[in-house]
């Protein structure tokens, strides 16, 4: 939900280059460090009003491209599709084929641009369309469009272990999506040397938990069971090897705790180079450098007094950025209101500048390393790598990455850290200000009484995208399309390397969707591990705790069953650790929990609270889907003849969408400012006493 763009190096700012008259966008003295690349999270709505605002960005100085995909595209949906209901366009930009792509970059010289693109399951398909895009462009040149490969640089995010435990938009079972990931490495280590076919992405681990020791620890399993099938899979001859590692990089999340961010990203650097040459051989300094990316923490960020974000995100940035050993070489930061919705242009901007006053008017990359040399810093940076290095090899006993994501371990001791995390929220023992300490405040003029404070989608937009895509099929030679599909498919159930076929169906006219249905068909779907039944409550009971499970048991005693809950996440939303505190501390005070995990459609959630004979049912909701998936679980429940379930709601819901939703009937709208869990449950107490038309107690 944030904004993105990147600048070709023939057109960047050369105020900065100072008396040498360079066409660098940096100094190029030796007193000074070299900026980091700036982006902003970006994309929304189409593929041409995605275009329009990195045309707007890259005018404001933005030096690296991060773009944002939509839920569809990013877990292979067209905009037609059933699953796709009120998700195009919502969270990024919906990209259906070869024709939205040419409209993503139209104008955007692909051989100068530094490109991140937000894609996991899906990666090879969006690779594949960016390699032919810029193929294209090269040809409309006169130049050699082989040779253009060799230009492209940038990164696809392609982490699919975090995936399973934190974003969800996973597709495929582990096996085969590592082997996806496999190919890409292979393949463009061959073809794009400078593009980083995989980002490490320890950010939303955090964002689900993750203590630093946690973060580092399974991103360095993750980049060993990727390099360990790269290297077994035989594609990259052993001399070659150093190379796949050089391509290697991270994307990290930076919390409000800077000092300790700080150390953490010191930690990643020095595991780093343990791993790359231990295990690895790599003896070439240069191929083992901790090259990393942050975004900082978008889910610390408060709905309850905003305004307060600007400073969070100001000192997250510091955590990446202070130490000269340990800075970040690309940032991408949130808007101060995105606790809130989709943030604005203007707020985008912001965030911009936030990075360009640091870069350019403090005197930050004028120094050496700060930190070189502090025993406080040295401690704290151990205390991480040995809690890592323990966890590391508590992992690879298992198996690695992928035997700790299929057993569940990883995703239970996340699933944990969080609820030991909001434990110290809800009791004061961790200060957020203006949520439980200092909430006593002024009227916001950020918020003020006719303001528009967040960014809106059109809701034609996702029916211009499934009209859009119905008329790319109809113009198209089905059967030259059917022959790539089906090569596809049949390269699948081999060992080829799956990006040729891949750029074939791309050139042939297929569709996202089209591509991973091909592919569904050879690997099936997964569902993962929710890591639920085995989180441990952290914390003591407390007599508020106590307290709710007085009323559950007795609403239970009243009613005549013991209180049963749903838990459901509609629609393509993966972001499931909000369902999953959820149905912890729903499970801690007595409530019998019903959770099948993410992405299932109204119907399916309907169906599951008859089965189940559940007397509430709480969705959560991230995307900005809310408005047309929550609505129709109402609607079933009452088609089911289970109008008496009450349904309760929590995620980033604007106040107007809330009064909409509570109109249509929806007993209860939570959003961030609502941190108590404990008081939550209380809450659905009452709601089940009310349609039960019990008084309240």
């Not at 594949?128 to 253009?148: I, K, L, N, R």
């Not at 911009?352 to 810093?377: H, K, N």
Request: glycine share 8%; proline share 5%; net charge negative.
């Amino acid at each position: 939900m944030h904004v993105a763009a990147w600048l070709p190096a023939s057109t960047l700012t050369r105020t900065h280059s100072r008396e040498r008259g360079g066409e660098m966008p940096y100094p190029t003295d030796r007193e000074r460090d070299r900026p980091w690349v700036m982006r902003t999270y970006a994309g929304h709505s189409s593929a041409a009003a995605s275009n329009a605002l990195y045309r707007r960005n890259l005018e404001k100085g933005q030096t690296g491209l991060s773009v944002a995909f939509d839920l569809p595209t990013q877990t292979g949906y067209d905009p037609d599709h059933e699953l796709t209901k009120g998700e195009v366009g919502k969270v990024g930009v919906p990209v259906s084929h070869l024709g939205d792509m040419r409209q993503l970059f139209d104008g955007i010289p692909l051989d100068t641009a530094n490109t991140s693109m937000t894609i996991n399951s899906t990666a090879m398909w969006l690779l594949a369309m960016y390699v032919t895009v810029a193929q294209e462009q090269a040809v409309e040149a006169g130049e050699d469009p082989e040779a253009v490969l060799g230009k492209l640089s940038g990164t696809t995010q392609n982490d699919i272990i975090k995936e399973y435990l934190s974003r969800g938009t996973y597709v495929f079972p582990p096996g085969p999506s590592l082997r996806l990931i496999t190919d890409m490495v292979a393949w463009t280590v061959q073809h794009v040397p400078k593009w980083n076919p995989i980002n490490i992405c320890s950010y939303h681990l955090q964002e689900v938990g993750a203590t630093p020791v946690q973060e580092v620890a399974y991103s360095m399993c993750t980049a060993i069971s990727v390099l360990d099938a790269v290297r077994d899979s035989g594609q990259v001859p052993p001399e070659r090897f150093g190379a796949v590692v050089a391509r290697i990089s991270f994307f990290v999340n930076a919390g409000v705790r800077f000092v300790e961010e700080m150390c953490k990203m010191r930690a990643f650097g020095q595991l780093w180079e343990e791993i790359t040459e231990q295990r690895y051989g790599i003896t070439d300094p240069k191929q083992r450098r901790f090259r990393y990316g942050v975004q900082v923490n978008s889910l610390g960020l408060t709905e309850a007094q905003p305004e307060n974000n600007v400073q969070r995100i100001v000192l997250e940035m510091l955590a990446v950025s202070l130490s000269r050993n340990a800075r970040a070489r690309a940032i991408q930061l949130p808007a101060w209101n995105e606790a809130l919705g989709l943030p604005r242009p203007w707020d985008q901007q912001w965030a911009l500048r936030m990075q360009q006053v640091l870069a350019y008017e403090t005197d930050l990359l004028e120094y050496e390393d700060l930190f070189d040399g502090s025993p406080v810093v040295a401690a704290k940076v151990e205390e991480i790598v040995s809690g890592a290095r323990a966890e590391i090899d508590r992992v690879q006993a298992m198996g690695g990455a992928v035997t700790a994501v299929e057993s569940g371990y990883m995703k239970s001791a996340l699933v944990s850290s969080l609820v030991e995390r909001r434990r110290k929220v809800e009791s004061g023992e961790d200060v957020v200000v203006g949520v439980n300490k200092f909430a006593t405040t002024e009227p916001s003029p950020l918020q003020a009484e006719g303001a528009k404070a967040i960014e809106s989608i059109d809701p034609a937009v996702e029916r211009h995208a499934a009209e859009a895509v119905g008329v790319w099929r109809s113009n198209r030679d089905q059967s030259t399309v059917d022959r790539a599909l089906g090569e596809l498919r049949d390269a699948a159930k081999t060992e080829t390397n799956l990006v040729a076929a891949t750029i074939a169906c791309v050139q042939a006219g297929a569709t996202t969707g089209e591509w991973a249905g091909a592919l569904r068909e050879v690997f099936g779907e997964y569902r993962a591990p929710t890591g639920v039944a085995a989180a441990s409550a952290a914390g003591p009971a407390g007599a508020a705790l106590a307290k709710v499970r007085e009323r559950v048991l007795a609403a239970g005693e009243d009613i005549g069953s013991r209180l049963r809950i749903l838990v459901g996440k509609p629609g393509l939303d993966g972001h499931s650790n909000g369902a999953e505190q959820v149905a912890v501390r729903a499970r801690d005070v007595g409530f019998e929990v019903v959770y099948q995990g993410i992405r299932l459609t109204p119907a399916q959630i309907v169906a599951a609270a008859v089965q189940e004979g559940v007397h509430v049912v709480g969705l959560s909701v991230l995307s900005g889907s809310h408005l047309e998936v929550v609505p129709a679980v109402v609607e079933g429940l009452r088609a089911a003849g289970a109008d008496d379930v009450p349904v309760i709601l929590g995620g980033i819901i604007p106040p107007a969408d809330a009064e909409i939703l509570l109109a249509k009937g929806v007993a209860r709208v939570f959003t961030p400012k609502d941190y108590e869990l404990t008081d939550i449950m209380d809450e659905i107490v009452s709601v089940v006493r009310e349609a039960h038309g019990l008084p309240a107690r």
